[in-house]
């Protein structure tokens, strides 16, 4: 284990987390996705990628699960997609929820490149011992 | 001659050695920020230090014992992480992480400069010795 590897793999988390977070936002309006139903809210999951040895290491996005939470319905009877009571599932995107989870997620790559940058400057510091 | 040198840079190595493994250790706290249930690791730098200074980093390893010198002796290195304790959190958060980014931020830095002071003390011992052989 590295500083480079943890910080770089928290990098890596962090973009995918803010890639489904892009998906989620973009999506929050699709009414049918390939499967003719309501895009579904995506989340990432984080977990410990311990190296053997020692209960501390990078990060590993274990998967991505879908949001459980039931789709918003709303009163369009003019809508293709429209039930028999003219209601139409929507996806279950809380665009809220998906902005504060992108300025979280951003928050933590801007620390994880902090960490890189001052665990460089020392490494090169470190190579001028003596000189 | 060489044993001189080596006790008289013993201290700073030991110390630089373990600023460089805490500052690992914060880096992976920082990089769990958002991992659910990551308990923030930490440990007591001084004591870990005169440890290491007084019956150095070999103590770490465990040997087995042998009641015949045909026994083969048996070397195994200890994890490394077994005495990192756990932070106690100002604020518990509802997923069980227990970083808390300013106090993880605030020991990085402190350690990236106490590193960095560490190097400086180095290479004044260096050129003290330098000075001290020439001609």
Redo the contacts between chains.
Sequence with gaps: ???FD??G??MTA?SQ?MNVTASNLANAESVAGPDGQPYRAKQV????AASG???????RVSGVIEDPSPAKLVFDPKSPHANAQGYVAMPNVNVVEEMTNMI??SR?YQ??V??LN??K??MV??L???? | MIDKLDAAFRFHREA?HLR?ER???L??N???????N?KA?DFDFGARLSEAVERGRASSSVSMATTSSRHLAGQAQA???HD?QYRVPHQSSLDGNTVE?DVE?VA??DN?LR??SN?TL??AK?KSLLSAVQP
Excluded: C, W
């Design positions: 284990m590295n500083i943890v910080a793999s928290a962090q987390r999951v984080f977990e410990v040895r020692r209960d501390i290491g990078g990060v979280s997620a933590s620390a994880n902090e960490v001052t665990a400057t020392l510091k470190t001028t011992i003596g000189q | 630089l460089a500052q690992e250790v880096a992976a920082i990089a769990h920020a958002d991992t659910p990551y690791r994890t490394a992480g990192l980014m931020r990085f830095a990236a590193y960095e190097l180095i290479n260096i």
